[in-house]
């Protein structure tokens, strides 16, 4: 059986598979494998990152909670310049509820 290596572990002659075997065998099919299939994968990965950040970067609405660690102050802080109407807010029902968008242009002016 062979030995798990990690990357950055040295390999020694006495773990590598010996050529003609069947772990050997293996290894080389492995190998082959990722080979082809490593650069779709990598663009596949790729992909998805790129469309997750674009997704994070909407307009969506955040809780009091997100706004107050956007702009690195405590809650309570965040309800005060709600009520004296120092902070862009917009009310849902009993919430308050903060764009990141708004938020980033009040901080830009303050």
């Not at 062979?2 to 290894?27: H, R, W």
């Not at 990598?42 to 997704?55: F, G, H």
């Not at 970067?57 to 802080?77: F, G, S, V, Y």
Request: hydrophobic share 35%; charged share 25%; net charge neutral.
């Amino acid at each position: 059986m062979m030995k798990k290596l990690f990357p950055n572990q040295a390999k020694s002659t006495s773990d590598l598979p010996v050529e003609g075997s069947f772990d050997y065998f293996i290894q080389q099919a492995v190998e082959k494998a990722l080979m082809n299939v490593s650069e779709p994968l990598l663009e596949s990965v790729v992909d998805r990152i790129i469309a997750r950040k674009m997704t994070e970067n909407k307009d969506e609405p955040l809780t009091i909670d997100q706004a107050a660690e956007l702009i690195h102050k405590k809650k309570q802080t965040i309800y005060s310049y709600c009520s004296s109407g120092k902070i862009p807010f917009h009310k849902n029902g009993n919430h308050n509820i903060f764009f990141r968008s708004e938020l980033v242009e009040w901080l830009k002016a303050n």
